[in-house]
């Protein structure tokens, strides 16, 4: 199948198809006339990098969980130990996201918010950060 009908099979968009395709994550074959030819499992293989960045998974990641993907002989103790170190890296944005929405409804709850050009959120804004970014 064309890189068209792979993309509407898949779910994904045929740049993004192309740019899997760029880092190694699918290899379809080639056709004489030079075009794409996927087969039913690069769309399967489409669908699960899909998926994996649909739940956050990075590019190495995904990387990592398609080899187990299309290994019968992975331990399912290291699909779960990527998983779980993922979900660390989750619960980390979690809490940096809990944080900036306190320091921002902070702010908002300073500011009057009329048609006064003082303003509290622009004032906080101008203050060195009271937290680290990660």
Request: proline residues 4%.
């Given at each position: ?78 699909v779960k130990a990527l998983v779980m ?23 908002a709850e300073q500011c009057p918010g ?21």
């Amino acid at each position: 199948m064309n890189i068209g009908q792979a993309a509407e099979r898949s779910g994904l968009n045929s740049k993004t198809i192309r740019y899997y395709e760029s880092l190694g994550l699918v290899e379809p074959d080639r056709a004489e006339n030079g075009y794409r030819d996927y087969t039913s499992d690069d769309v399967a293989r489409l669908r699960f990098l899909q998926h994996c960045r649909a739940v956050g998974f990075n590019l190495d990641e995904c990387r990592e969980l398609l080899a187990l993907y299309e290994d019968p002989n992975r331990r399912s103790a290291e699909v779960k130990a990527l998983v779980m170190s993922h979900v660390a890296q989750v619960e980390a944005q979690l809490e940096q996201l809990e944080t900036m929405r306190g320091t921002l409804l902070s702010m908002a709850e300073q500011c009057p918010g009329d048609d006064h050009a003082d303003c509290a959120i622009i004032d906080n804004l101008a203050q060195p950060m009271p937290f680290k970014l990660v």
